[in-house]
């Protein structure tokens, strides 16, 4: 699997942990306010959830394909680590993260592979433990945030700091209300896209 393909698999989990994080956080959330107050109580909604599901729909955008490629299933994440991307169709397959091993099922065959084979990974699924987490701070040493609007409807963009992350990813675009991210746009540095819709489950 190209490292590219593997980092979005891994991208689609984190969608489907925020989508179901905890929607109450201390201190209410007042309209208006710092850009930077309102990503400090995003972080903090993520923090709080230790497991989360969600459907999801895909579409992949891909230069050498007339028509995108359409994908649907569910998302898992358990705290701390473990990441699951279970799609459905159009044809049954997984892509699971645990204690840094990746799994891999495609019809009857398995792959597996470990993290620290792929050292131009690190940044990015640092990343998305630290977002998982709540960590912002951990966050910002792989991306830029540029974060607009209120907990009610607001949008993160992440842009690579690091110029071999960069050389594959271009950005990651979230949307969301509140605890509920409903929409992750991933951006690829050779202009292939995907974009994501999310619907927790309760």
């Known amino acids: 699997m190209k490292p590219q393909l593997l980092a979005l698999a891994l991208l689609l989990a984190l969608a489907g942990s925020a989508a179901t ?3 109450d956080t201390p201190g209410g959330d007042a309209p208006g306010g710092d850009a930077g107050a309102q990503l400090d109580r995003l972080m903090s909604l993520m923090a709080q959830r230790r497991h989360g599901e969600a459907d999801f729909s895909e579409k992949k955008y891909l230069s050498m394909l007339k028509q995108p490629l359409e994908s649907s299933g569910l998302l898992i994440y358990d705290a701390p680590d473990h990441l699951e991307q279970r799609t459905t169709l159009p044809r049954p397959q997984s892509v699971v993260l645990d204690h840094g091993i990746v799994t891999m099922h495609i ?17 990015l699924i640092d990343s998305i433990r630290a977002t998982l987490a709540g ?3 951990a966050l ?3 991306f830029e945030l540029d974060f607009s609007g209120t907990l009610e409807r607001w949008q993160l963009r992440l842009e690579p700091r690091d110029a071999q992350l960069a050389a594959t990813l271009k950005r990651i675009d979230l949307q969301g209300e509140r605890d509920v991210v409903y929409q992750v746009d991933v951006l690829q540095s050779d202009g292939d ?4 819709s999310i619907t927790p489950r309760e």
């Not at 597996?112 to 792929?118: E, F, I, M, S, T």
């Not at 896209?193 to 994501?196: I, L």
Request: aromatic letters at 4%; proline letters at 7%; glycine letters at 4%.
């Open 135 to 137: 960590d912002r701070a």
């Open 107 to 123: 019809g009857h065959r398995e792959r597996v592979l470990r993290l620290a084979d792929y050292p131009q990974l690190a940044p």
């Open 193 to 196: 896209h995907s974009v994501m």
């Open 140 to 142: 910002e040493r792989v």
């Open 21 to 23: 994080a905890a929607a």
